[in-house]
């Protein structure tokens, strides 16, 4: 059964339970699972008057699609696998392939907590980065932020451009607790290009009926909120749909599907 912390008392006055920094950024709790259409449904219709859409996002849902980089030892691929607590990820987002908005993002991983640093990229930067040059970013070399952290790390051990993963994105938030709850579908990923805006570009579908459900927050999950994703069928998962579209794309290669 789904089993989430709970917090303490009600919503607006719920004390801290644990929070976490790294390296001075604050790191958010972020719970995963797999559902199916019907358990989106009923979360669905318990979350409604609790939450309301992401601002940001579209009536009905956007698409992400994110090229990701690993190194020459892959890296982030064995760090996952192997199930080191502490991990870190880069790559290139672009929503609804959208060229005016792209981002790169340097995602952390520590335990049960995650952080993100996002910077905008041009699209002549983008093309560059697919190309295995990032000398745009030397000026960024000694700063915290996404472009210095990809500089150094492209430095040491070359990152180049991995795996391309593509999803629908249906996004709910709620205020306290900064809490935001994702369903991601139609999960798919590009099995002949590199390049999120190739126009050739084919993409190979991997989960037709399963949907990711995120739930990421701060310090606490609100009781209001916990209560609503209490007594589902829906065990926490360590969900990564970089490894997931991997492992596709490593079966495509060997046998051709």
Request: charged share 30%.
């Amino acid at each position: 059964m789904l089993r989430l912390r709970r917090s303490l008392k009600a919503d607006k006055n719920t004390p801290q339970l644990r929070s976490c920094t790294h390296s001075g950024r604050k790191m958010r709790h972020e719970l995963k699972f797999i559902i199916n259409e019907g358990t989106r449904l009923v979360l669905l219709s318990r979350l409604a008057p609790l939450t309301c859409p992401d601002p940001h996002g579209e009536a009905g849902g956007y698409r992400v699609t994110s090229l990701y980089f690993d190194d020459i030892y892959g890296s982030g691929y064995l760090d996952k696998i192997n199930g080191l607590e502490t991990r870190r990820k880069f790559r290139v987002r672009a929503y609804g392939l959208d060229p005016s908005r792209i981002t790169l993002e340097a995602k952390h991983k520590d335990g049960e907590f995650v952080s993100k640093l996002s910077d905008r990229l041009t699209r002549e930067q983008y093309e560059a980065l697919l190309h295995g040059d990032c000398s745009f970013m030397k000026d960024h070399e000694g700063d915290e932020d996404a472009l210095g952290e990809f500089y150094r790390s492209d430095r040491l051990t070359a990152l180049r451009p991995r795996v391309i993963v593509d999803y629908r994105r249906e996004a709910l938030v709620y205020p306290f607790g900064n809490v935001r709850i994702t369903f991601d579908k139609k999960l798919s990923t590009c099995y002949n290009s590199l390049d999120m805006f190739d126009e050739k570009a084919f993409y190979s579908p991997i989960y037709q009926n399963e949907i990711i459900l995120e739930v990421k927050f701060d310090d606490y999950l609100p009781d209001s909120v916990s209560a609503a994703l209490q007594g589902l069928n829906a065990p926490r998962m360590a969900v990564s749909k970089y490894i997931i579209c991997c492992d596709r794309m490593t079966e495509v290669k060997s046998y051709g599907f």
